[in-house]
């Protein structure tokens, strides 16, 4: 009941496309869904992140899609540039953890010029 | 937000040995999270570490094999203990703090250790 499903595990995407990561959880307790970006050596950081109170956010070329019902929730990445090449991971905390996140299982994503 | 430092960056250690990885951070915080991302995978939360109390393990985390201190506010320690090469990693420190107007996890570069 603590996981959180991510899908594809790797995304090609040329520039300029809509990168679509998926994710998929089970604990309705969950109250926080961050996005993070990880590139080659460096730790996690965070990207965009969104509560279950709104269906979207968006920040820039990056948006969040939230369906509650379903506990669903989903990154894209809009004008996909080289420079996005990186793993990204949802997570979601909640449930009186705070910020102990639960991680998905990543997304390593390269963008082709 | 919270900058924090890890180190080592990386080592390489004979199985057997132990290791104490730093994460000092420039502001006070409350909770601190030790990570571990195994190569190619995900990150699997460790332990939380809040000062002046024991850290808190999570299932198939334990003490003896990842002993934790918090000595103050800005500072943790992360020992992996009798090293395997199973123990091969990335371990990552993270805090919370406050981010572009509300609170969210940062995380340290992290410490690569490689066990032969």
């Known amino acids: 009941q603590q996981q959180v499903k991510q899908s594809p595990q790797s995304l090609i995407v040329q520039k300029g496309g809509i990168s679509i990561i998926n994710c998929a959880y089970e604990n309705t307790a969950f109250d926080y869904f961050p996005w993070y970006q990880q590139f080659p050596g460096k730790g996690p950081a965070l990207l965009i992140a969104?509560?279950?109170?709104?269906s979207e956010k968006k920040e820039g070329r990056f948006t969040i899609s939230f369906n509650k019902s379903a506990k669903q929730f989903s990154l894209h990445i809009m004008d996909s540039q080289p420079g996005d090449s990186a793993t990204y991971f949802c997570a979601a905390s909640g449930a009186g953890s705070s910020y102990k996140l639960i991680f998905g299982s990543g997304t390593r994503l390269l963008v082709r010029p | 937000s919270a900058v924090i430092s890890q180190k080592p960056s990386r080592d390489i250690c004979q199985r057997g040995t132990s290791l104490t990885i730093q994460c000092q951070v420039d502001s006070q915080v409350t909770m601190m999270f030790w990570y571990r991302q195994q190569p190619g995978q995900s990150l699997t939360l460790i332990a939380t570490?809040?000062?002046?109390?024991?850290?808190?393990?999570e299932s198939g985390f334990v003490i003896d094999k990842f002993p934790i201190s918090r000595p103050n506010l800005t500072f943790s320690t992360l020992t992996v203990s009798n090293m395997s090469p199973e123990d091969s990693s990335i371990y990552l420190c993270?805090?919370?703090?406050?981010?572009?107007?509300?609170?969210?996890?940062?995380f340290g570069q992290g410490t690569r250790l490689t066990v032969v």
């Open positions: 993270s805090v919370e703090a406050l981010g572009q107007g509300n609170t969210e996890a940062f």
């Open positions: 570490a809040n000062q002046g109390s024991e850290a808190t393990y």
């Open positions: 969104i509560r279950p109170d709104v």
